[in-house]
């Protein structure tokens, strides 16, 4: 053997033997660890993590474990669950220096449907039909369980992530392959769009609809930009559009569920509107004040049904301790909102019960309380929380005003009774499909 392949050799060797003293000293000096499901030899937790309702899952190993921030490991990657608003506060909030950096997620980093088409790029959409809209339904539908940690094997293990799409068995990376695809065609289609609706109004002496986008677009054209800078403007007005729309039409589809769930509910929300308006016309945002049920009702339904149960991960910055346990750099932690946050006993009597009233103190005032957990926490908390919460505050108030949510009926004229079975997927959720109507 060639000297200078020996030394390769032995370079290497010596090398690995470092990291592996290296892994070996961390692993004896660093920890504990919050709790979780013990691991296995070589793959840690990976086959731990719960796929089917993860926000459940997390709940169980709170109970399991007997603490409310829970953890699990998958060859060196670990993750945290935070199961209490308290915590979660602490962490993301008072820690916020630690905790405000976003995970890369391997599988997949993108995905959306659009209706604030309009705030980013100035183009009205006329149906759902429209080919981007369609194509990002499509996309939202195929991704959105590989999001999270337990939806693809390679959310845990990163180095999965090289295989090659091909590959027998790799269904969630040929998952992500189409969805990446699809996605890159639901940028360019509006993009295009505006480009091609700046050039006519340019010709036409027009203006172009003022949006994110076009204002780039006419600033590009009179000081200049690279090529980067417009990917970037591109990317920007594309997660914007996607973290606004999922979101607001999986609390409208809430809100008409639980209203039609919730007769009487609704009723009392109407006779409050209609005390305030005459039934002459709209409520408008300047009313909100005055209709603190309607208020009450907003709450409710963020309570109940939060569009990402399980948030969107942080990244932790630097290695820092909680309630003894250790919470090392480079790990992401999630927030367990909806089963854990939102639906916990001591916060929330009778958690899964609809209940506006529980927003009123005994002498019938609204509480003061507005957090919306929904929305996350620290410095990663929703940049759009106050356009969503007038948003769906006045969605709510407009139809309560105009309609009465019902049963929807089958050709019989008979009632379709609803099916409370369909549970709070999120984002996937658009129960006002086949269970309801309004009238
Ligand atoms: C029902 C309505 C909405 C809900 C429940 C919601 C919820 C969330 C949540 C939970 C996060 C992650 C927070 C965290 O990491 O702690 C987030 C992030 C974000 N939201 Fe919303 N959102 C809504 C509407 C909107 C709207 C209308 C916009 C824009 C106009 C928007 C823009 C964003 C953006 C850009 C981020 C990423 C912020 C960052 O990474 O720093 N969202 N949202």
């Not at 405000?100 to 705030?119: A, F, G, Q």
């Not at 506006?356 to 609204?366: A, H, I, S, T, Y």
Request: aromatic fraction near 10%; charge should be negative; hydrophobic fraction near 40%.
């Amino acid at each position: 053997m060639p000297e200078s392949t020996t030394l390769v050799y032995v370079f290497m060797g010596m090398f690995g033997l470092k990291m592996f003293i290296d892994y070996i000293n961390r692993s004896a000096s660093r920890g504990p660890y919050p709790p979780g499901p013990p691991p296995k030899p070589l793959v840690g937790n990976a086959f731990d993590f719960p796929t089917a309702w993860p926000a459940d899952g997390y709940i169980e190993w709170g109970k399991k474990y007997n603490s409310t921030v829970v953890s699990a490991e998958a060859l060196g990657n670990r993750i945290i669950v935070v199961n209490k608003r308290e915590d979660a506060i602490e962490l993301c909030e008072r820690r916020a220096k630690l905790y405000s950096d976003r995970p890369y997620i391997p599988i997949l980093n993108r995905l959306s449907i659009s209706l604030t088409m309009e705030m980013m790029y100035g183009i009205e959409i006329k149906s759902a039909d429209e080919p981007c809209i369609a194509l990002a339904h499509k996309a939202v539908k195929l991704g959105t369980d590989l999001l999270m940690p337990g939806g693809s094997l390679a959310n845990i293990v990163p180095v999965l992530r090289h295989i090659p799409a091909w590959f027998p068995g790799a269904t969630s990376l040929r998952k992500a392959d189409m969805i990446g695809r699809m996605t890159e065609e639901v940028i360019r289609i509006p993009v295009d769009q505006v480009k091609a609706n700046f050039n006519f109004c340019e010709q036409e002496e027009g203006k172009a609809a003022p949006s994110f986008f076009t204002n780039f677009i006419e600033k590009k054209q009179t000081l200049g930009a690279s090529n980067e800078e417009e990917e970037i403007i591109r990317n920007i007005a594309y997660t914007v559009n996607g973290a606004a729309s999922d979101t607001t039409i999986s609390s409208t589809g809430s809100f008409f569920y639980l209203m039609a769930a919730n007769p009487d509910v609704q009723r009392k929300a109407q006779e409050e509107i209609d005390g305030l308006t005459g039934s002459k016309r709209l409520p408008t945002l300047e009313d909100r004040k005055s209709l603190p049920f309607v208020e009450a009702i907003y709450r409710e339904v963020m309570r109940m049904r939060p569009p990402l149960p399980l948030g969107v991960p942080h990244r932790v910055t630097e290695d820092n301790y909680y309630k003894g346990y250790l919470i090392p750099k480079g790990l992401n932690s999630i927030c367990d909102i909806s089963r854990a946050m939102t639906h916990d006993e001591e916060d929330y009597p009778e958690p899964y019960t609809f209940k506006p009233e529980r927003f009123f103190d005994e002498n019938g005032k609204l509480i003061g309380d507005d957090r919306v957990i929904a929305y996350g926490f620290g410095r990663r908390i929703c940049v759009g929380k106050h356009m969503a919460s007038s948003t769906l505050w006045l969605m709510m108030a407009s139809v309560l005003a105009c309609f009465n949510i019902v049963k929807a009926k089958d050709e019989n004229g008979n009632e379709i009774d609803i099916n409370h079975e369909i549970e709070d997927l999120g984002l996937m959720q658009y129960v006002f499909v086949n269970n309801f109507a309004w009238v």
